[in-house]
């Protein structure tokens, strides 16, 4: 079983930001089927990356992932309002598909 | 577009079992490759993965909660049915089903039920 750990466990930056969350896995992720979600509070997660760095549709250019093996990057390129939120990591290679604990973005 | 809704009760007691219907629409469960799983968020918490289920009827749960899990589709009424048995208060949780497809994320989920188990 997979576990993953993301850090920091709160960011805070201001608007215009550059944002750098980390993933890191305990064991190699299959065909880098590692995918990131944002949740607003009272909202459902949403889909941003799969695949480790396609974005779903619908996703702004200036959200980016990487990485691959154990260790996974998600980059915001400059931060806007509505982007401070819980981002959280998910591994679907191998079952159970886990999830990271999340990485809360807070406004600095 | 797809669209998924949980529904089920909102309060239930210690040691009863829960039953949750996720009812969908947009995609069949018939189709090569599709699937449907269930997520839970305890309030303030991280997400949880709980089970899943594809259209060729295979089945995949969470080892630490396999015992006390049972997931069913039902292709005709698009609907996926997750019971949970002997609940307890750390069951209390926000609900939530999505969609999938073999070897992809979830990539539509439903709004979410919360859950609380209490006496």
């Known amino acids: 079983e997979i576990v993953l750990t993301q850090s920091p466990g709160t960011l805070s930056l201001s608007p215009g930001e550059r944002a750098t969350l980390s993933c890191r896995a305990s064991?190699?992720?299959?065909?880098?089927?590692l995918a990131w979600y944002q949740q607003k509070p009272g909202q459902a997660p949403r889909l941003l990356i799969y695949?480790?760095?396609s974005r779903a549709t619908g996703i702004p250019d200036r959200f980016s992932g990487s990485g691959s093996g154990t260790d996974f990057t998600l980059t915001i390129s400059r931060l806007e309002p509505e982007d401070f939120a819980v981002y959280y990591c998910?591994?679907?290679?191998?079952?159970?598909?886990?999830f990271g604990q999340g990485t809360k973005l807070e406004i600095k | 577009q797809i669209t998924l809704k949980e529904s089920g009760p909102t309060l239930v007691k210690p040691t009863q079992t829960l039953t949750l219907t996720c009812t969908f629409s947009?995609?069949?469960?018939?189709?090569?490759?599709?699937?449907v799983g269930w997520i839970r968020q305890p309030p303030g918490k991280a997400l949880e993965w709980l089970a899943l289920?594809?259209?060729?009827?295979?089945?995949r749960y969470s080892p630490s909660l396999k015992s006390r899990l049972t997931i069913t589709k039902d292709t005709s009424k698009n609907q996926v049915v997750l019971t949970m048995t002997n609940m307890d208060p750390v069951d209390t949780a926000t609900y939530y089903c999505?969609?999938?497809?073999?070897?992809?994320?979830?990539?539509?989920w439903g709004q979410g039920t919360l859950v609380t188990v209490s006496s």
């Open positions: 999505a969609h999938t497809k073999i070897q992809l994320p979830a990539s539509d």
């Open positions: 947009g995609f069949s469960l018939s189709t090569s490759g599709v699937g």
């Open positions: 289920i594809y259209w060729d009827d295979d089945k």
């Open positions: 064991q190699s992720v299959s065909s880098s089927y």
């Open positions: 695949g480790a760095s």
């Open positions: 998910q591994q679907y290679g191998s079952s159970p598909p886990a």
